[in-house]
């Protein structure tokens, strides 16, 4: 059975959690037809009664349109609702967290499906969704041919950005900026942890923590030339050794007011490491290092003889 195709930049919507549902608005807002979809009916209620038209089924769903965008719970959610449906023709966009393998694995199982596939890593919260100028984007790996058919609608949610046809490459660098994101919040809850019982005014101190974040985020373009051009002591200005002595004193302060150094704690312990090496002239940029290189007592699976 063939189904029919609009011209018109018709999208067919799987899942409405939060996410699902800013972009549905975004979406309808700007007066684009959309079906939608949802396991449970009652979500899509709203947004019918803005104008979209809600299906019985994710086939149904799949069939009103050419492009099937898909944000679910996770990756093995994708293959319970896709499952049964023909994707053939179409073009799958998937919003869902994905690692990098399953977004390539999906690009492959698409295909043989006769669909091209985008991966999207959607880099904002839901109340940015729709809002121009709010920070928030989405990045996209995969199809550069659907990318580019369908830029235009993507765009209407959030500013687009391609970073290449690996369909693993959005995972991939959306993962890594969230990796970055969480070391953060990890940083700031100690920093909380650290005074919050103490003669301080939490909001004062949140203000000032945030100058101080934003201050220091300048820094992390130059790690990137660092990292490759291989050069790791050309414009240091607080070296290794400088590091190691202030991080050792950040984890006894820690001890002091009772707070737990766990969140911090490895940090320090591979800076010791690297200065261990020799590299007290660096910054922190050879720690990156330490974390792709296995360490050598992970690598032998012999025991050690003894003397």
Do not use: K
């Amino acid at each position: 059975m063939t189904h029919d195709i609009s011209d018109e930049p018709q999208v067919s919507l799987l899942g409405l959690g939060d996410m699902g549902t800013a972009f549905a608005h975004a979406w309808l807002t700007a007066g684009y037809p959309l079906t939608v979809w949802n396991r449970t009916p009652a979500r899509a209620e709203p947004l019918a009664a803005r104008g979209a038209v809600v299906a019985a089924t994710a086939s149904e769903a799949v069939a009103a349109g050419r492009l099937v965008v898909t944000c679910l719970l996770d990756d093995a959610s994708v293959d319970q609702v896709l499952g049964d449906t023909v994707l053939a023709g179409r073009d799958l966009c998937d919003l869902t967290t994905s690692t990098p393998g399953q977004a390539r694995a999906r690009a492959e199982w698409a295909r043989e499906r006769g669909a091209r596939f985008v991966s999207g890593g959607v880099m904002a919260v839901p109340p940015m969704i729709g809002v121009p100028d709010s920070g928030g984007h989405v990045l996209y790996s995969g199809s550069r041919e659907a990318f580019d058919e369908h830029v235009d609608t993507l765009s209407v949610a959030a500013e687009a950005v391609f970073t290449g046809e690996d369909p693993g490459l959005a995972d991939l660098n959306d993962m890594a900026l969230l990796s970055a994101m969480n070391g953060m919040f990890a940083g700031a809850a100690h920093a909380y942890a650290l005074v919050r019982h103490e003669d301080v005014s939490l909001e004062d101190f949140g203000e000032r923590l945030a100058g101080w974040l934003v201050a220091m985020a300048s820094t992390v373009p130059g790690t990137a030339r660092q990292l490759e051009s291989g050069d790791y002591t050309t414009g240091v200005v607080s070296n290794l050794s400088m590091q190691v002595r202030a991080n050792r004193a950040l984890l006894r302060t820690a001890e002091e007011q009772g707070v737990s150094t766990e969140l911090l704690a490895p940090y320090t312990h591979l800076l010791e490491r690297r200065l261990a090496q020799g590299h007290g002239d660096e910054d922190g940029a050879g720690v990156v290092d330490l974390l792709r290189a296995p360490r050598r007592d992970q690598t032998s699976t012999v025991p050690p003889q003894r003397q």
